[in-house]
Every structure is written in C-alpha cells, then in structure tokens.
C-alpha cells in the first residue's frame, strides 16, 4: 500500500445517478414478494424487506451492479438483482463494468471521506467529496492493483477466519437430534397469539446528568470511561449510537431495543445481551420471564419485529401506548410459552448459519493452497 500512487477522485468518474420514480412505502413490501427492496438500513445488505410490485430498477449485462446509498445512514450497499427502493436513498449505476471487489473497494474509500452528520442527509457531501484511488503511471485508476490488494486481505481474513473457528470450537456445526427434530416438526408445532405486552414489560431507563454535552462521547468508539452502549434512532450497529458512562445512565441487559421515532421508526428492533442505556427516540424492553437467555432473546426479537416491522413508519411512530397493543406469535406448550423450543431453534439455526461459514472457509483455504502449489 505505501508504494502505490494514490489519485483523488469524485464519484463522477465512476457512478452516474439514476432518477427514482417511485419510492415505496412500507405499506408496498410483502411477505410474499420476490422483488428485494432497498432502504437507508445499514443491515441485511439494505434489504427492508420485499415486494409484489414491478421491479424498477433491471439488473443486465449493461448494469451489472448497482449501488444504493443511504443518505442519512451513510450506509452503501450493492444489489445485483432487479429492485425497488424507498425514500432518502441514491441509486447509483457503475459507468465502467467492473467487478464487485473493486466496487467494494471504491465505495469503502469514498464512505471513509463522508464526514458523519448524524441523522443529516448526507448525499450533499458525499456527492462533492474527493476520495482516494490507487493509480497507475498514467493518472487512471489502477484496477489490477485493486483486484490483488482485494484478493491479499481476503486470504488474510480467511485464516483468521480459520483460527477463529477452531479456537472457539465454532467448526463443529454438527445438528444434535433435538435440535433436528426441532428443524423437522417447526411448521407442525402450536402456536399462541399473545398482546406484546402480555410478553414484555417497557423499561423506564432515564439519564442522572443534565449536562447533555458530557452525556457521551460522540466518537462512537467504547473506551475505559465511556463503555455503555446507548441506543437511538439508529439503524446498524445494533442501534447503537454513542456510548456513555454508567454513572449517566440507567442500564439494563438483555433486552430488546425498539426504534420508535425518527424517519426510520418502521418497528425495526435489535438484541441487547449487554448492559444498555437509551437516549431518545428508542426504548427498551424486557421479555417478563425469570431467566433471559441470550437464544430466547434472539428468537423473541425475530418474532417481536415480524409482528411490528410493516406497521409503523415515519407518520406512525413505533411507540410503546400503540406497540403494547398489537399482537405476537410464539411457540406454546400445554398453553405456555415454550422457551425451550425457542433456545433449541435459535441453536439449530447457529449451526446452519456457521456450517456455511466453515464450509466457505474451508473452500476458500483449499482453493488459496491450490494456487500456492500450482506456482
């Protein structure tokens, strides 16, 4: 890296953007659509969810790639399927076809630039902003470079990948029959329609320091002092926007933060296992049972989101007085809630997740000796 030739650049050189007219609402995604549509999300690649609606935006051999901004989340996310999109995104087609480590590459760069305004729009910067591209002798951007810096840090990440997987003993992937034959009877199983607030009870977690400019440390970064995660209105990272000090804060452990506010109030909510505090614009929430696990959790905050997920939006907030009311489906046994479905199904569905991470790893390692030894 130190002894390649860097050149500034504006996105015009590589992306040109596309006009949207029809910007979905959440009222337009559905569970049974098969056309992905795009948000300022910074998770799950940008995917909100999908629709039954004519694609807008055509994936070919012309636009191979596609890039969608978020102008609020700064978040950039690639799609290569045909697609939707909603409102406060940019969709930015590549003027050179080039591959997807590249753009990867490219949009890494740029996004480093973007200074972070908070919940601003941030397309008026990022749209000016010069970012940096390695170059070749003659000042064009050097793509082959690019491809193997790429292909270097990938097979670094892979062995730590590797020596990861081992430590934590996260390679044995193997289903026990319990958790097989929770996988074989799911679509058999009982099920209960419970008022959420039959389910969880809404914390009342306050700040102790008035001063709001000492109330956490805007570098977004846990350190010795401030170490408490604080959630908003805030999509990715787990909802978390800053961290503060405990002293501050009310705090609470596993728990389930819901987005209530904001024009990204649309009932996303996220797992909190660790000691957490609120700013504003989110709550938190507590399942009411004696002993939280971190799988019942993650099975409740799945089935807490399906219920409330397309519901609410920007003009009607995901807020507790309405939330509370609505109704949440979950696995009952002898008409009580079953827990340990729940535990078992989260284990399972662990293991399916990280066999296709050992196995992509263990594909990947073989192909890079492969290589080694064909040299």
């Known amino acids: 890296m130190d002894s390649v030739e860097w050149g500034e650049f504006n996105f015009n050189k590589l992306?040109?953007?596309?006009?949207?007219?029809?910007?979905?609402?959440?009222?337009?995604l559905d569970c049974d659509g098969n056309i992905p549509v795009y948000s300022s999300e910074?998770?799950?690649?940008?995917i909100i969810g999908y629709t039954k609606n004519k694609a807008e935006f055509i994936v070919n051999k012309d636009n191979p790639i596609y890039v969608i901004f978020g102008d609020h989340t700064r978040s950039f996310n690639i799609a290569t399927e045909n697609f939707c999109v909603m409102d406060n995104v940019k969709v930015l087609a590549i003027k050179k076809i080039i591959s997807i480590k590249i753009v990867m590459f490219i949009i890494s760069?740029?996004?480093?630039?973007?200074?972070?305004?908070?919940?601003?729009?941030?397309?008026s910067f990022a749209k000016n902003i010069l970012f940096n591209l390695p170059i070749t002798q003659d000042n064009k951007i050097n793509f082959s470079f690019i491809e193997k810096f790429i292909a270097e840090l990938e097979a670094e990440r892979i062995a730590e990948l590797e020596a990861y997987l081992i430590a934590t003993n996260l390679k044995n992937y193997t289903l026990t029959k319990e958790e097989q034959k929770v996988l074989d009877d799911f679509e058999k199983g009982k099920w209960g329609t419970f008022k959420i607030s039959e389910v969880f009870e809404k914390l009342n977690l306050k700040n102790h320091n008035k001063s709001f400019d000492k109330l956490y440390d805007t570098s977004t970064t846990k350190t010795i002092e401030f170490n408490v995660p604080l959630v908003n209105a805030k999509l990715g990272n787990n909802g978390i926007m800053f961290y503060g000090r405990e002293r501050d804060f009310d705090c609470s452990e596993m728990t389930i933060d819901v987005i209530s506010n904001g024009a990204v109030a649309t009932g996303t909510v996220y797992t909190q296992t660790q000691k957490t505090g609120v700013l504003w614009d989110a709550y938190l929430l507590k399942p009411i049972i004696q002993e939280v696990s971190k799988q019942k959790l993650l099975y409740m905050t799945t089935s807490l989101q399906k219920?409330?997920?397309?519901?609410?939006?920007?003009?009607?907030?995901?807020v507790w007085s309405k939330v509370q009311h609505e109704n949440i489906s979950l696995p009952i046994k002898n008409k009580k809630?079953?827990?340990?479905?729940?535990?078992?199904?989260?284990?399972?569905?662990?293991?399916?997740?990280?066999?296709?991470?050992?196995?992509?790893?263990?594909?990947?390692?073989?192909t890079s000796k492969e290589v080694i030894n064909d040299k």
């Open 337 to 366: 809630l079953d827990y340990k479905l729940m535990e078992t199904f989260i284990s399972a569905i662990q293991k399916l997740v990280i066999k296709d991470v050992v196995l992509y790893a263990d594909e990947k390692i073989a």
């Open 307 to 318: 219920s409330i997920k397309t519901k609410f939006g920007w003009d009607n907030k995901a």
């Open 42 to 46: 910074s998770t799950n690649n940008g």
């Open 109 to 123: 760069s740029w996004k480093k630039c973007i200074p972070n305004m908070g919940y601003s729009r941030h397309w």
């Open 15 to 28: 992306f040109k953007i596309c006009s949207v007219r029809n910007k979905l609402t959440t009222f337009a």
